[in-house]
């Protein structure tokens, strides 16, 4: 190997080092200071459980959890509903007016954050409609429904209307054809759908914090009042949890997507064995 190889290598690798640092050691010092007997961020005084106790203890941060939680399921539940809904009747119209509907289905997604916030607010105040914890599950639906449409519609081809037609020609009822044959064709767009959604809620700060109202807090908005008085360790160790809820949930999906990939070499490999045998 060339000198010129050798250092193209070496830079490459202190590249991807230094990428590394920068992504995970805030992480990973927010990690250390959860465990942090004191509340200095800057000198470690020794390992103690003390922060993650008191996080379980605390009302506000519990409430505040329970708020995220809730409202980013139900969001994703009801936004992948009516986005699925969607993409079914846009099948049926001419294609100028499908081009028409996700024009504006794509407004949102390219719209400010803090636009989309103040505005629902406002259309909340002028209805006269109390803000509180039914405006912010609103207000998350309402941005969570165009992820859906582009989740689900490459999943809605002429394939699919097809295949509905010809299990009602073969004598099936309209639900048991939509059951069987729409919906699990549909199925894979709608999961994305539905845990894109899951995971806009969970990391929204701007529309919640113009649309909660008095006494409602996520996670997000409890964070930023928790900041402008001192932030507490109590927080550090409910960040900590969170990240390893979600660094055990890709491990888990990663391991899963590795086995379907041996299942299917496994089964390619069977069929060529038996295509040269026979």
Known sequence: MSNGKKTAKAASAVYMVIIMLFLY??????????????????????????????????????NAVLNTFAIAL???????????????????????DQDVILTFNNIPMLNADIVTGISL??????????????????SHITFCIPYVVLSVRPRLNKGTATLFEAAMDLGASR??????IVIPELLPGMIS????????????????????????NTISTLIYSQVKVGIRPTL???????????????????MDMAGGRRVEKKDAGEKMQLKEDY
């Open 74 to 96: 139900s969001a994703a539940w009801i936004s992948t509903a009516i986005g699925t809904a969607a993409c079914l009747g846009m099948s049926g119209m001419r294609k100028r």
């Open 175 to 180: 639900s048991y054809a939509f059951t069987r």
């Open 236 to 254: 550090f160790a409910l960040s900590t949890i969170i990240f390893l809820v979600a660094l055990v949930v890709l491990l888990f999906s990663n």
């Open 25 to 62: 050691l805030p992480i990973l010092t927010l990690t250390v200071l959860s465990f942090n007997e004191s509340k200095s961020m800057s000198v470690f005084t020794g390992f103690s459980l003390r922060w993650y106790r008191e996080m379980f203890q605390n009302k506000l941060i519990m």
């Open 121 to 138: 607010m406002l259309t909340f105040i002028m209805v006269r409609f109390p803000l509180g914890y039914t405006t912010v599950l609103l």
């Open 193 to 216: 759908g539905f845990l894109l959604s899951f995971t806009m809620s969970v990391d929204d700060f701007i529309v919640t914090y113009f649309t909660r109202g008095a006494g409602i």
